[in-house]
């Protein structure tokens, strides 16, 4: 399995970003596809994840109503459309993939850093 996390930068708060994280690879035809971010001195959290299966979702609280997490079937990509991003939203953004999420994400790929400020 194979991931690649771009579409990092910096913006200034109340700004938007869309990371993409092209997949391909996978065995099977379920899997779950996680964002995770770390921000510096801190752990790394789960931001949103998507079900290859149905395509449910899930949020963080500090994320919900202005990320949206999708897939495009066709490109293998899973988009992040993060929008009226604030400092605390900074950090290094890493897809995952996996059975379960957040603990059963057994592969990642490389992080894209996103910095939020003025």
């Known amino acids: 399995v194979q991931l690649q996390a771009s579409g990092g930068g910096l913006v200034q708060p109340g700004g938007s970003l869309r990371l993409a994280c092209a997949a391909s690879?996978?065995?099977?035809?379920?899997?779950?596809i996680g964002w995770f971010r770390q921000a510096p001195g801190k752990e790394r959290e789960g931001v949103s994840c998507?079900?290859?299966?149905?395509?449910?979702?899930y949020y963080a609280d500090s994320v919900k109503g202005r990320f949206v997490i999708s897939r495009d079937n066709i490109k293998n990509v899973i988009y992040l459309q993060m929008n009226n991003l604030k400092p605390e939203d900074t950090g290094v953004y890493y897809c995952?993939?996996?059975?379960?999420?957040?603990?059963?994400?057994?592969?990642w790929g490389k992080g894209t850093q996103v910095t939020v400020s003025s």
């Open positions: 690879g996978f065995a099977g035809d379920y899997y779950v």
């Open positions: 998507i079900s290859s299966y149905d395509g449910s979702t």
């Open positions: 995952a993939a996996g059975t379960s999420y957040p603990g059963g994400m057994g592969y």
